[in-house]
C-alpha cells in the first residue's frame, strides 16, 4: 500500500512538471513578445525624433539625444562611448547618465543602470512575469509531490537535481525581481529553465525511490541544497554574461556609426550594468560553491574514509571552483573587465554544465551510483 500511495505521488509530481513546463513556455512566449512589441514602439520613435530634427534642422543625433533627456526614448549608449580605457572596458556612468543607458520601454521611459523598475506600464512583460509566478507554483507542487513519494528531499539523483534545479533558478529570478528590473532576462532564463525540464524528463527519468545507504545522510540535504542553489545563481549570471557580449557588441557597433540592428537590446541595460550585476551575483554563488566543496568533502569522509581521492566529479568541482575563483580575482586585482570577463563566467558556467551532464554520464567514479 504504501508503495501505491508513492507511486502515485510520482505520477502527480510528473503531472506537474508537464503543467510548470508549459505554462513556462507561455511565459516565454510573452516574454519575446514583449521585447519584439517595446522594440517595434522604439523603432517608431527614433522615426518620429528622426523626422522631428529634420524638420527643425537639427542634427538626428541631437535630436534622439532630446527626446532621450526628455524621458522620451533612452539613445545616450549611441553619442556616448562605455567602452573608454583598456579594451572591453566600461567606464562607470554618472547618476544622470545611468537613467540614460539603460533600457526603454514601450512608452518611452528607461529602467536606469540600477535596474530599478520605471512608472511605465508593459502589458506584455506584466503577463509574462504573472505566467512564470503561476509555472513557479505548480513547479513547487511538482516538487513537494516526488518529496512526499520518495519520503525524502528531492534531489538524490539527475531528474531531481535538474527539476529542483529548475524550480530554484525561476525562484531567484522571481525574487530578484522584487528589487530590480531584469524582466529583460524573462526570455532567457524560463527558455533554460524549460530546457532543464525537459532534459530531465527526455533524458535523465527516474521513477520514485529510495537512496543507496551512503547517500541516506544529512549530508545530502546540506551539500546538495547548496549545490543547487550556487548553480541556480551561475545560471542567472550565465544569462548576463551572454548578453554582456552581445551588448557590447551593439554599442560598439552604434559608436563607430553603424546601423542598429539589435533594437530588443535597448530594452536591456548597459554592458557595463549587466557587468556590475553578474559580478555582484557571482560572488555570492562563489561562496555557495566553496561550501559545496567544503561539505561535499566532509561528507566523502563519512561515507568512504577520506576528504579527498581525486574521483572525477571532485576533479570538476574543484574545477570549476577554480575558474571563478579566477574570474573574481583577474575582474578585482588585474583589471579584467568588459568581454573578458564576460567570458571568463560563460567558462565558468559551461564546467557547471559539463559536471552535470557529461562527467554524471560518461565517467565512472564513486558518485556513478547517484546520478550526481
Known sequence: MPFAINETMGQYSELF??????????????FAWDLAKSSKALRA???KAAVAAQESKVPVAAGVRSAASAGSVALADRTESHLAGPVGRAERPSSSASQQAGSVSADGRTADGDMRYAA??????????????LGAAIHAAGVITRA?????????????????????????????????????????????????????????????????PALQSYWL?????????????????????????VQTHRQKTVHAGGADKLGFMRLVPSALSLENLSYRIN??????????????????????????GWDTKEVWTFVIWVVYAGY??????RGWTGTRAAWLSIVG????????????????????????
Not at 546540506?222 to 551572454?242: D, E, K, P, R, Y
Open 349 to 372: 558556467y559551461l564546467c557547471v554544465v559539463f559536471n552535470f551532464t557529461i562527467v554524471n554520464q560518461f565517467f565512472n567514479g564513486l558518485h556513478s551510483y547517484s546520478g550526481l
Open 328 to 333: 573574481l580575482h583577474a575582474r578585482a586585482t
Open 17 to 30: 512538471m508537464l503543467l510548470a513546463a508549459g505554462t513556462y513556455t507561455v511565459a516565454f512566449i510573452a
Open 120 to 133: 511605465e506600464r508593459r502589458v506584455p512583460a506584466r503577463v509574462a512575469v504573472a505566467l512564470t509566478v
Open 221 to 245: 540535504i546540506i551539500h546538495v541544497s547548496i549545490a543547487v542553489l550556487s548553480s541556480a545563481l551561475f545560471t542567472l549570471t550565465f544569462a548576463m554574461s551572454a548578453l554582456q557580449l
Open 283 to 308: 560572488a555570492i554563488a562563489f561562496i555557495g560553491w566553496t561550501f559545496t566543496l567544503m561539505f561535499g568533502a566532509i561528507w566523502a569522509e563519512k561515507a568512504w574514509g577520506r576528504f579527498w
Open 148 to 212: 512526499l513519494g520518495s519520503g525524502r528531499v528531492p534531489w538524490g539523483n539527475m531528474y531531481e537535481f535538474l527539476t529542483t534545479g529548475a524550480f530554484v533558478v525561476t525562484a531567484v529570478f522571481l525574487l530578484v525581481l522584487i528589487r530590480r528590473d531584469l524582466r529583460f532576462l524573462g526570455t532567457f532564463v524560463v527558455g533554460l529553465v524549460i530546457i532543464m525540464l525537459v532534459a530531465a524528463s527526455v533524458a535523465f527519468w527516474t521513477p520514485v525511490g529510495h537512496l543507496v
Open 45 to 47: 520613435v527614433d522615426l
